[in-house]
């Protein structure tokens, strides 16, 4: 400006070669106003400065104002050259204005240009990057000599339009004809192998830019950096960065976003320190990666830090920057300052939008989740896949079944049914509230079902007690050709736990070994539940031994499962052996602990654990401690201590509480605390039958019938039903369920006959059947027949006639396994020389040769 002051000064304004330079200059420094002035004083603008400001317009991304500025170049009969059509071309290109680039073409030929090189290569440019890629290919075949440039710009075209195949393939052309690379073919080249995510052909690559002697050049550098990043190769992106004498901000952000896409958040924010030491100035894009690894590291402080430096340089403003807060503070746990940044956003866009739902979605916020769905769309920011997704999510958790209704009418209305994402996420909402028929008919009716599908329904069908319908599905999936993944093996396994199904969940290991799961943590903590759960403790213990790194759920696992068969020293044991680890418990691992006193009888080490908890683990003990210790208490007869710790709990006890207590009432018959629990029962949980059933059982205990027959009356009164007793028993991958006096089984015949020969063989070894806790006002003899066809007792003779000899037998029942049932099957184990394992509601019951894991005492 000022050598245009002194032109002015001397006189030589009016001189057009001065004129025309001064215009240009303005120009491509985006002083458009002085340039488009100093064109209107012109007495007759002439090509040179018409195109001065043509090209100025085009190359800095005014498309629209070049094309306007060509047309009044038209209309002044000024006519192009070769270098005015490829900056009308370009213009064209940003603006995808193709019917001007074919009038352009047009007036190229007439005017007899085709042949200039640079205006050829523009109309090819145009044409491939406005769609036409038949039209494109048809002029580059048709020029007279294709130069490294024309190639160049051709494959470039693809590159940016994800043509990268294609662009690959044009290279190795250029090569076979003989045409020697230059560093921007080969940068085209590494971003195409990008693109591609083909490592291999981008080493190739690599080799040819060593080879070729362009192994310095920057572009080159930087699209070697980028594309390692992208494919993985992290370690090579890395060194070939570390090369670079003087990185550049691109260079920069392409090794930052790869350790960010790689989730190397550590290694991006401490290259992001040395960026900042090194003078080098970020960008957006480079706080956008720097954010996402805060978001990943947690660093909720440094967070802060780049948001008061985003402040500082007015770069609050973009929306990629504003959704990377959001989702910074959102996985930080910072839901408030989400909501601050979102809330001064000037346009909110559906991104930022999704992002705050996710935020809260994933902090267990889901009420705040699914409230923010209406008030966006009240807003008219639209919704997507995305949204319709993690709001299911949320619903999903909060078991809210109208809301999952109207979402699914929303997503039939706006077509979103199909997609894949939604699907999944409605088969699973569904599943999670309980509406099995909607999930199973969504499933059904999708046209294309993916592994996600198939793990949603199965877990569905598995948390529905519906198992057997999940492991029909799982081999529905593989006959399909789907592979499994750890996360379907853990919801089979999980199936196969509350079947109490062996030999299908063995099954399911097996498959876990074929595909390589063994290593993956959930696999391996759904396969300790299932073999404890299975009645299989050594498997269990077996499979726990090989978990590489065994964390909480892994120890917990174990532990419970111990705990469960009555093995409580051998669970202390591993709690100690997990502390010595360094791995600290959570409250479910010190239920679990309690447990396994309780149901080994260890009440000094149990106090010992419930006392120290808040000083050796840092957390008060809560409702589920209380009422193991309570339990473990009464059931230890110390029903004083028992009723002292219900005192001085910091909180009213709940039905768990009173249910414990209720047990240690029957178990030592004590009327009296019998008849409080229960009333306390029957307020909290008025609609549980066992509560009525426990009650009976201890007036019967003692002979008080007249009680027993009005606890009977009241139950009817009440409309409270008995929970029917139900035991189940796997044979040759098959589940076969019975009840009380069944004989819906094909080998009824069969069963009834063996139990009168085990009844006779029994009796001589010494069996008496334990009438006195049968509540049933008959004879003798008829409440000895009704306690030997229980269903635990149909199963295991079912089970004995059906398995080979000196197999285990394994049933599951829904209820306590009654004392008669107990007694009997210490003497079967003996007299059939079998294993009989029974899980019952509270525990596991190994018999074996005439006596029981639990010693009695469960």
Known sequence: ?????????????????????????????????????????SPEPDLISLSALISGYAQNGFGKEAILVFYEMHLLGVKCNQFTFPSVLKACTSTNNLVLGRQIHGIVVVTGFESDEYVANSLVVMYAKCGEFGDSRRLFEKLPQRSVVSWNALFSCYVQCDYCGEAVELFDEMVSRGIRPNEFSLSSMINACTGLEDSGQGRKIHGSIIKLGYVSDPFSKNALVDMYAKVGNLEDAVLIFEEIAEPDIVSWNAVIAGCVLHENHDLALELFELMRRSRTHPNMFTFSSALKACAGTGQKELGRQLHCNLIKMRGGSDPFVHVGLVDMYSKSGLMNDARIVLNLMPDKDLIAWNAVISGHSQNGEDIEA??????????????????????????????????????????????????????????????????????????????????????????????????EEALKLYLEMLNRGIKPDPFVCSALLNTCASLSAYEQGKQVHVHILKFGFMSDLFAGNSLVSMYAKCGSIDDADSVFSKIPERGIVSWSAMIGGLAQHGHGKEA??????????????????????????????????????????????????????????????????????????????????????????????????????????????????????????????????????????????????????????????????????????????????????????????????????????????????????????HSEKLAVAFGLIATPPGAPIRVKKNLRVCIDCHTAFKFICKIESREIIVRDINRYHHFKDGSCSCGDYW
């Open 1 to 41: 400006m000022q050598v245009h002051a002194h032109i002015i000064k001397i006189g030589s304004s009016k001189d057009s070669k001065s004129r025309n330079l001064l215009i240009s200059l303005y120009a491509k420094c985006e002083f458009f106003g002085y340039a488009r002035k100093l064109v209107d004083e």
């Open 370 to 467: 699914v409230s923010l769905f209406p008030l966006m769309y009240k807003e008219g920011v639209g919704f997507n896949q995305t949204t319709l997704s993690t709001v299911l999510k949320s619903i999903a958790s909060l078991k809210a079944t109208n809301v999952c209704k109207q979402i699914h009418a929303l997503s039939v209305k706006s077509g979103f049914e199909s997609d894949n994402y939604v699907v999944n996420s409605l088969i699973d909402a569904y599943g999670k509230c309980g509406l099995v028929e909607e999930a199973t008919r969504i499933f059904r009716e999708c046209l294309i079902v993916d592994l996600v599908a198939f793990t949603s329904m199965i877990t569905a069908y598995t948390n529905s007690g519906q198992g």
């Open 572 to 789: 202390l044991r591993v709690f100690d052996k997990m502390l010595k680890d360094g791995v600290s418990p959570n409250q479910i691992t010190l239920v679990s602990v309690l447990c396994a006193c309780n149901h080994a009888g260890l009440v000094t080490e149990a106090k010992q654990y419930f006392g120290s908890m808040k000083e050796s683990f840092g957390f008060e003990p809560m409702q589920e401690h209380y009422a193991c210790m309570i339990d473990l208490l009464g059931r230890a007869g110390r029903l004083d201590e028992a009723m002292e710790l219900v005192n001085t709990m910091p909180f009213q006890a709940d039905g768990s509480v009173w249910g414990a207590l209720l047990g240690a009432a029957r178990i030592h018959k004590n009327v009296e605390l019998g008849q409080r629990a229960a009333e306390m029962l029957f307020t909290l949980e008025p609609g549980k039958s066992g509560t009525h059933v426990l009650l009976a059982n201890i007036y019967a205990s003692v002979g008080m019938w007249d009680n027993v027959a009005k606890v009977r009356r009241l139950m009817k009164d009440s409309n409270v039903k008995k929970e029917p007793g139900i035991s189940w028993i796997e044979v040759k991958d098959k589940i076969y369920t019975f009840i009380v006096g069944d004989r819906n089984h094909a080998r009824s015949e069969e069963i009834y006959a063996k139990l009168d020969e085990l009844s006779d063989r029994m009796s001589k070894a010494g069996y008496v059947p334990m009438v006195e806790f049968d509540l049933h006002d008959v004879e003798r003899s008829e409440k000895e027949k009704l306690l030997f066809h």
